[in-house]
């Protein structure tokens, strides 16, 4: 049982790059959503899915965009890499409105130069 | 959205006493409040959570009370060991399907 799987690990980039996070998860859940984690700010959310074809901002959605085509993948994709995107991101399967355990990925550390 | 506040950001503790992280929170009608653990290089997992029809959980040296008229929750760690040491986040829902995090506590217990 994977649970959730996200790559790549690790990633640099140029500022003006762009590049899709993979997020896949074999635990049926309808609600996933990415963070990023940035010293002393705790994990802030991006975007959140609640189910196929249905996504949605969290509190830090710009320069990022998501789609949900399966309720098993949900991408995130960064459109033109910007400095102030350097972070750790993290997907995560489950939680949200159900109230119930978040299953998070291992995480994708990110440096944009 | 909802508020999340999360003390103390660092704790370091002797082996084998006790930790006490606490939140607080703004929306009331927050019913649901998870205690994550973060270890080096890896993704938050959630350790133990209480919801609002209750004031404390235990799971044996981990507990969680929640104060609903003060707006905060807790987490307490008893007879603290090395593994122990990680950053800690509390978190909660806000309205609609997201879910708002605290900014995390690193805890070190010293053996």
């Known amino acids: 049982n994977a649970g959730v799987t996200q790559t790549p690990k690790f990633q640099v980039l140029k500022t003006g790059q762009s590049m899709t996070l993979q997020c896949a998860q074999d635990m049926n859940h309808e609600y996933m959503s990415w963070y990023r984690q940035d010293p002393g700010m705790g994990l802030r959310l991006i975007h959140y899915?609640?189910?196929?074809?249905?996504?949605d901002q969290g509190e830090v959605p710009n320069g990022y965009n998501v789609s949900r085509s399966t309720t098993e993948d949900f991408p995130l994709r960064l459109l033109s890499a910007a400095p102030s995107q350097t972070s750790v991101y993290f997907c995560a399967s489950g939680g949200g409105a159900r109230n119930t355990e978040a299953f998070f990925g291992q995480g994708t550390r990110l440096t944009v130069v | 959205g909802e508020n999340v506040e999360q003390h103390p950001s660092t704790l370091s503790v002797q082996e084998g006493d006790s930790a006490v992280i606490k939140c607080t929170y703004s929306d009331s009608a927050s019913n649901y409040f998870p205690w994550y653990k973060q270890e080096l290089g890896k993704g938050p997992q959630l350790i133990i959570d209480i919801r609002s029809n209750v004031g404390e959980k235990k799971d044996q040296r981990i507990a969680v009370t929640l104060n609903k008229t003060a707006k905060h929750f807790s987490l307490h760690i008893t007879e603290t060991q090395p593994e122990d040491s990680a950053v800690y986040f509390c978190?909660?829902?806000?309205?609609?399907?997201?879910?708002?995090f605290g900014t995390g506590t690193s805890l070190t217990v010293i053996p």
């Open positions: 978190a909660t829902p806000g309205t609609g399907n997201q879910f708002y």
């Open positions: 899915s609640v189910g196929a074809g249905i996504t």
